[in-house]
């Protein structure tokens, strides 16, 4: 609601702890293998979809933490901007609490594949980035079939402050990421509710149109989203390949 996601065509991609990929729908659908959650819209007679990524910004809170105690993310991003897009061939899979979207399993474990001594600390971080966002792309996988129109995102939350991870976004998603003037979510979407509960608008779609401003935008590059589109293939079969492997792991 805060991202003004109330018609079709853009949704919204929150990274904070959890990362959330929500969209509107006009009908009704759902995913039989529950990968995704539909609910009820504010919008009246409307419906949304919603993919999670459970350890999105906590990956990278994680990352620092443990790797680099004291840096900011400014000065992580900054140094995961020096390593290649691609990050040498590593992965990161971001499920340090299991996982809801796509795999819907609490036993999934995070970690790194495809570490070689050639990697560095900057192909580490940007690895984590690049791993969020691929889990991302999994949730946009998912929602698109179920008849959702996607033809931009709107970024918000903590990471999504970040104009490298924003175009690492657009890169692998293959789609326009912008960024909201506010960047308030959940709290911006109340007050336009009861905005609406008051009478000072007619409608939640109004509301949005009267308040909601895109400051800014990136466009996917073709080159990167072209490795991108290929590396995500790779991610894509790491968490089944080592899923037989998590309760011998204990």
């Known amino acids: 609601m805060g991202n003004g996601i109330v018609e079709p065509g853009v949704v919204s991609c929150t990274l904070g702890t959890s990362g959330v990929v929500f969209a509107h729908m006009e009908k009704v659908a759902y995913d039989p293998q529950g990968r995704v959650h539909t609910f009820c819209h504010a919008v009246r007679d409307k419906w949304h979809v919603m993919g999670v990524t459970q350890g999105a910004g906590l990956s990278l809170q994680w990352l620092r933490n443990q790797l680099a105690p004291g840096a900011t993310y400014d000065a992580l991003t900054e ?9 040498q061939g590593l992965f990161w899979l ?12 609490p036993q999934a474990r995070g970690g790194w594949v ?13 690895s984590v980035i690049e791993g969020v ?15 959702v129109a996607i033809s931009s ?8 402050r970040s104009l490298f991870w924003r175009q690492i976004l657009a890169d692998i998603f293959g789609k326009t990421v912008a960024r909201l003037e506010t960047q308030e979510g959940s709290a911006y979407g109340a007050a336009l509710l009861a905005m609406v509960g008051t009478g000072e608008y007619a ?7 009267a308040t909601i401003r895109e400051a800014d935008s990136v466009e996917p590059r073709a080159t990167e989203s072209a490795l991108y589109a290929r590396a995500h293939e790779v991610y894509r079969e ?7 492997l998590y309760g011998r792991m204990a």
């Open 153 to 160: 995102v709107r970024a918000s939350g903590g990471g999504a």
């Open 133 to 147: 966002s691929y889990s991302q792309k999994d949730c946009l996988d998912v929602i698109e079939p179920l008849g």
């Open 79 to 87: 140094e995961a901007a020096t390593a290649p897009a691609g990050s």
């Open 238 to 244: 790491l968490h089944p390949a080592l899923r037989p």
């Open 203 to 209: 409608s939640v779609p109004e509301a949005c149109a």
């Open 114 to 126: 495809g570490l070689t001594a050639k990697h560095t600390r900057a192909d580490l971080i940007r």
């Open 94 to 105: 971001p499920y340090l609490m299991g996982e809801r979207t796509p795999h819907l399993d």
